[in-house]
């Protein structure tokens, strides 16, 4: 099975930098995704690591520690369209097959 | 573009009627999923199947049923809704190469009264 962390809540400043924790516990870790839910639309892909470190997307940047089950998503000079849920989504496997669960997601909101 | 497709957007069903929500994936994708969405709780993994007429359960398998009859056709059936089965239900594939992000359907909200 699998079992994932993350903080519920977030509020941060339009402007601003931050960060969402995730931890997780997974059998047969295949790579870490994020993904980006808006109200009432379906996730969409953000990053994804399979190597320690930090991965940088423009604004997003996302880090992996594999022997703490740790990451984290990095969100720069955050705008107002950024106000979303965040997924952390570790892929395991198991029996020959690929599965993705996902975290509860983080809702961010950012203000003026 | 690749295209995930679920039947409906919006479904309201009886308790008691049996209910098929179907997935169509055109990206050749041997993976594919059905999660549950409901506030508080997050996405939760229904069911998800590797290959035709393969399938396992997820974290909450009860009260559903699935079948993958071809590649690009995933359906999820409740065999008798019930009330506490209203939710969003997303549909989501994955190609077998497992660095590569899932591509999700625009969700059925399905209301059973």
């Known amino acids: 099975g699998q079992n994932i962390d993350q903080p519920t809540e977030m509020t941060a400043t339009e402007g601003a930098i931050v960060q969402i924790n995730c931890t997780y516990q997974?059998?047969?870790?295949?790579?870490l995704f994020w993904y980006q839910q808006h109200a009432g639309e379906a996730p969409t892909f953000l990053s994804y690591n399979v190597l320690d470190g930090l991965e940088e997307k423009g604004r997003f940047s996302s880090f992996l520690s594999r022997s703490k089950g740790y990451s984290y998503l990095l969100l720069k000079e955050l705008q107002m369209k950024d106000s979303a849920s965040y997924l952390c989504a570790p892929g395991g496997s198991g029996a020959g097959s690929y599965q993705l669960t996902f975290g509860k997601g983080t809702k961010l909101s950012v203000i003026p | 573009d690749v295209k995930v497709t679920q039947s409906s957007r919006y479904l309201v069903k009886r308790t008691g009627e049996k209910v098929f929500l179907e997935c169509v994936q055109d990206?050749?994708?041997?993976?594919m999923f059905w999660y549950r969405q409901d506030p508080g709780l997050g996405l939760r993994l229904i069911y998800f199947?590797?290959?035709?007429?393969?399938?396992e359960k997820g974290d909450i398998p009860e009260g559903y049923s699935v079948s993958r009859e071809k590649k690009e056709r995933f359906s999820l059936i409740l065999e008798s809704a019930s009330t506490n089965q209203t939710s969003m239900y997303l549909c989501a594939s994955t190609p077998t190469t497992t660095n590569t992000e899932a591509f999700f359907g625009q969700g059925t909200r399905l209301t059973v009264v």
């Open positions: 199947s590797y290959d035709v007429k393969m399938k």
């Open positions: 997974t059998s047969g870790f295949n790579g």
């Open positions: 990206m050749d994708h041997e993976n």
